[in-house]
């Protein structure tokens, strides 16, 4: 992926991987735009970063997504990139009663959003000779945590959806890339400094060295061995993986 010299939008953008990633791009040289549901916040983040810019967006509301859209169309006709990172991760419970509420909240951000934002833009990035969508999905896309057992399964769906974008799209000029962050130390869970979190300095500067090749998918080295997980032993590996943390629970606020 060609580095400097795009025009990004990054849903999600004001804290976290996203507040991350967009603050490592706009260094770059790259015009970024970020997304994000509180103006204040939005405005905070870009103040004083000339080249970067905010835009209201609930990821959640499929006609907000269409406003944000024509937005970014009209006033950066140059974008070419971009990065579907806005997620949420509530904890739930798959052995007993999740309720209505967590179940929509979480696949309207983490499955619908990134595929209505994309079918929002895609006529535009099509356009673009050199266009990007990276979707970030994560490592529990291939082994899911069972206490985000909805939001685990919107991102093996993410997961799924993102191949056969990349298939469908073959043809033109957009290329479509995933990221699988492990755990990070950011605020999606509990920001909690705990030693099996990820630094995110080190998340994303490992992340952006993968983004500048041309690997279809930008996985951290320590996961690997968790993104070749499935097959025949699958069960015994998602059940040890989860055990795991039941024994050494992850902290929540």
Request: hydrophobic share 45%; charged share 20%; glycine share 8%.
């Amino acid at each position: 992926m060609r580095m400097t010299g795009n025009t990004i939008f990054i849903t999600g953008g004001t804290s976290g991987i996203g507040r991350a990633l967009a603050e490592a791009f706009h260094k770059l040289g790259n015009t970024v735009i970020i997304g994000g549901r509180r103006k204040a916040l939005l405005d905070e983040v870009v103040a004083g970063k000339p080249g970067m810019h905010g835009v209201e967006l609930d990821i959640t509301d499929p006609a907000h997504i269409d406003r944000a859209a024509s937005r970014l169309v009209e006033q950066f006709p140059e974008l070419n990139v971009l990065i579907n990172n806005a997620g949420i991760m509530p904890f739930d419970d798959a052995a007993g009663e999740i309720k209505e509420d967590v179940m929509h909240a979480t696949i309207a951000t983490n499955l619908l959003g990134p595929i209505r934002m994309t079918s929002a833009l895609i006529g535009h990035l099509k356009s673009q000779p050199n266009a990007v969508i990276i979707n970030n999905t994560s490592v529990l896309a291939f082994v899911p945590l069972a206490s985000t057992a909805v939001y685990s399964a919107t991102k093996a769906a993410l997961h799924s959806y993102s191949l056969s974008q990349r298939f469908m799209l073959r043809e033109t000029n957009v290329r479509v890339r995933e990221i699988a962050p492990p755990w990070v130390n950011t605020d999606l869970i509990y920001k909690s400094g705990d030693p099996r979190a990820m630094p995110l300095d080190a998340f994303i500067a490992e992340t952006m060295a993968g983004l500048a090749t041309d690997a279809d998918e930008v996985i951290v080295e320590s996961v690997k061995p968790m993104r070749d997980n499935p097959g025949a032993q699958e069960h015994a590996l998602v059940h040890g993986f989860n055990q795991a943390l039941v024994d050494d629970p992850i902290p929540v606020a």
